[in-house]
């Protein structure tokens, strides 16, 4: 595993702002620069991309096909309700790790259901930023396998 992409859907742009409460208080910036470093640390070079258009989610999943070994993903309320991102993932050969910063069964019912995880390889929820480095550790652990 040479190349990871991180991913992150719809309103990530807006952490540290967002409901602190449920998401903490750091940016999606410091977020993807402490995921990068520890990327560094494990050997794997760590591209980000976040946006809050479907499409160029979808079209960057396409893209991970070959330019990326896996992706750690946050698709945000995407999770619950994106076939298109759903099968844009299924429809790509490159790993896909789930991640969602709060614990999305400890919510609201809508939040409960992610259309996304059955074509991931794993879910991780409620752990916080940590959540995202143990998702590079998942994608690692793959090539073990
Ligand atoms: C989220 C959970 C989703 O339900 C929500 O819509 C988000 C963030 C999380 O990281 O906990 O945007 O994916």
Redesign the pocket.
Known sequence: MNKILLLN????NMLGVREPEV?GRDTLESIEAEVSAYGAERGVAVDCFQSNHEGALIDKLHEAHTAYDGVIY????H??YSYALRDAIGSIGTPVVE????D?EA?EEF?RISVIAPVCVAQI?GKGKLGYKEALDVLLELENR
């Open positions: 859907g719809p309103n990530l998401y946050n698709p945000g309320a999770t619950h991640v969602h910063l709060s999305i919510r939040r929820k």
